[in-house]
């Protein structure tokens, strides 16, 4: 089946977040770049792409163990802090309609179609940055990073947004970027969706290069 076709069949639409939604990749690799200069680490985009989808306690201890440090605790806990400082000014320069090419024309339709909507992301600064963009009110469920325990690759996040919003997991499908993403939402049994424009990602059920693709005068 095609990516339309999954949708159509499907009787809910869960989306992750950083580079389906919106490009906020660029505002974490700024922050976390910034902070592993604090202890003279160049920390790279291709280091940068394996975050997607981590937690950021596990951001963190992943950039320490490329940077070869080990510092206590309550380092960590201000690293992490002084990341997310950054991270959040970045978001408060987003606008209403800072959105990636797609977004609100297949939040349009899937709304139409009365289809349910959720967010499943690691982000746990998901609801600033919907409201920062005016598409909160399109979703009917919020899972973030402040309400799962896991991260991706484990399914928690998809489970939680299924039972949030009343929808067998075999009737959702995902809107994914990363592939611990799609791992996460197979685990849970639901269709996927990767949003791939470099071809980079394996084991979905069907592939887009960006939600433009799914606009509804694209498919008419």
């Known amino acids: 089946m095609n990516a339309k076709e999954i949708i159509d069949k499907s009787a809910a639409v869960i989306f992750d977040l950083d580079g389906v939604l919106v490009d906020t990749a660029v505002f974490h690799y700024q922050a976390w770049r910034h902070m592993a ?8 985009e291709a280091e940068n792409e394996q975050l997607k989808g981590v ?13 070869e440090k080990v510092v206590p605790a309550e380092e960590k806990e201000r690293l ?3 990341k997310n400082t950054w991270y959040l000014e970045l978001i408060d320069g987003m606008k209403n309609g800072d959105v990636l090419p797609g977004t609100i024309a297949l939040l349009t339709y899937l709304r139409g179609e009365g289809k349910k909507i959720a967010l499943g992301s690691a982000s746990k600064n998901a609801v600033r940055i919907l409201e920062k963009t005016g598409i909160l009110d399109y979703f009917d469920a919020i899972i973030d990073g402040n309400a799962v325990t896991r991260s991706k690759p484990d399914p928690e996040v998809f489970l939680k947004a299924a039972e949030a919003i009343g929808i067998l997991p075999a009737d959702c499908v995902v809107f994914e970027d990363a592939q611990a993403g799609i791992a996460a939402a197979r685990s849970a049994g639901m269709a996927v969706i990767a949003v791939d424009k470099a071809h980079a990602l394996t084991q979905y059920d069907a592939r887009v290069n960006g939600l433009s693709d799914l606009s509804p005068n694209v498919w008419a």
């Open 55 to 67: 937690s950021r306690v596990e951001s963190l201890e992943l950039i320490l163990k490329w940077a």
């Open 37 to 44: 200069k604090e202890f003279n680490f160049d920390f790279t």
């Open 80 to 82: 992490a802090r002084m």
